[in-house]
């Protein structure tokens, strides 16, 4: 496990954004999937800025959903889809076709089966930027999910729901189910970032990093990845700026 200590949020985003623009730069038909949430936009702007500046190019890179909710419309406010699209394929001009993207209207087991398909057709996932859950989910990967879970259909806790009310307003906005890429799906990327950022996520990273690799903390099973990198704050360290 690399660790990446960055002095502030901005650091940590600058860092990110170097890693994927590196990754694209060694292999542009690359396909990566990104996270959604407050911690990665930083280094969404970063990399929107790096390919108008000519610094990388993303027009052959292709992009796989970390996870969607379901059960709710394709047009649905909510769906994550749309959130990564505003805030980041829009911006770099990505194609909707460059995407894997979960349909929330399609027979989750259905669906579940074909985005599989479709990674493993397009010769597995280069690089997955993962965020870091309050419970130590990965993706919507909750506690108690097999290291060999495959994409699925999930129940999300109510730690995540509480979480997750923050950006809908309410506990009742939040779907109660999701699709999501397995750790095992994770686990066979070619090279993983997690990027956790801000104090309120010291205590669960400090476990990350040091706890025993158990399902009871999803983030630790993929740790044990041989390209597995860390990138966090100061403060998600526990570390004075």
């Not at 060694?26 to 000519?54: E, I, Q, W, Y």
């Not at 993962?130 to 108690?144: K, T, V």
């Amino acid at each position: 496990m690399k660790l990446i200590d960055a002095a502030d949020y901005a650091e940590l985003s600058r860092a990110a954004a170097g890693i994927v623009v590196e990754q694209v730069r060694k292999r542009p038909d690359s396909l990566l999937v990104l996270p959604t949430g407050n911690t990665p936009v930083g280094m969404f702007r970063d990399l929107v800025a790096a390919a108008h500046n000519g610094d990388v190019d993303f027009s052959r890179a292709r992009f796989a959903m970390l996870d969607e909710y379901a059960g709710i419309g394709r047009n649905d406010e909510r769906r994550l889809y749309h959130w990564i699209r505003k805030e980041l394929f829009d911006p770099l001009g990505v194609r909707p076709g460059a995407v894997i993207a979960f349909d929330p209207e399609a027979d989750p087991e259905c669906e579940a089966r074909f985005v599989e398909q479709r990674i493993a057709r397009q010769g597995g996932i280069d690089l997955a930027v993962l965020g870091l859950g309050p419970n130590g989910h990965i993706a919507m990967n909750e506690p108690g999910s097999d290291a060999d879970s495959r994409t699925r259909l999930v129940t999300l806790t109510p730690a995540t729901i509480r979480s997750n009310a923050a950006y809908w307003g309410s506990e009742a906005k939040v779907p109660r189910k999701g699709l999501t890429l397995g750790l095992g799906t994770l686990a066979e990327a070619r090279a993983l970032v997690l990027l956790v950022a801000g104090g309120g996520k010291a205590a669960i990273l400090e476990r990350v990093l040091n706890a025993a690799p158990s399902d009871a903390i999803p983030a630790a099973i993929l740790g044990a990845h041989p390209a597995f990198t860390v990138v966090a704050d100061r403060a998600a360290l526990g570390l004075h700026a």
